[in-house]
């Protein structure tokens, strides 16, 4: 059974920052693409950011220049460091990787329990 357990959240002051981590665990052969993406309260969840298995990253516009993904494949886990936050980063933060187990011939996708991050003064 696959698990992704997200850490890291809380609460900070705008402009602050947090870093949250997403690790994996269970009988896993590869991970390929590891992402984070929110859910505002009232509102449907959004992408954030997203890292292939080469290392390739992307992340939404709305937080371009302040948030970074990476990743650590030993340790299956992904990391999303968030800077300069604002009150509208105010969300669950969840994680998913599309991932293959060992009793699986293709890959799945899974999905964290969320991890809330609130951004006030």
Known sequence: QVQLVESGGGLVQPGGSL????????????????????????????FVARITSNGTTNVADSVKGRFTISRDNAKKTV?????????EDTAV????????????????????????????S
Do not use: F
């Not at 870093?19 to 959004?46: D, F, N, T, V």
């Not at 969840?94 to 006030?120: A, P, Y």
């Open 19 to 46: 870093r949250l981590s997403c690790a994996a665990s269970g009988s896993i052969i590869s991970i390929y693409a590891m992402s984070w993406h929110r859910q505002a309260p009232g509102k449907q969840r959004e």
């Open 93 to 120: 933060y969840s994680c998913n990787m599309n991932l293959r187990e060992g009793s699986r011939s293709s890959s799945t996708s899974h999905w964290g329990q969320g991890t809330q991050v609130t951004v006030s």
């Open 79 to 87: 990391y999303l460091r968030m800077d300069s936050l604002k009150s």
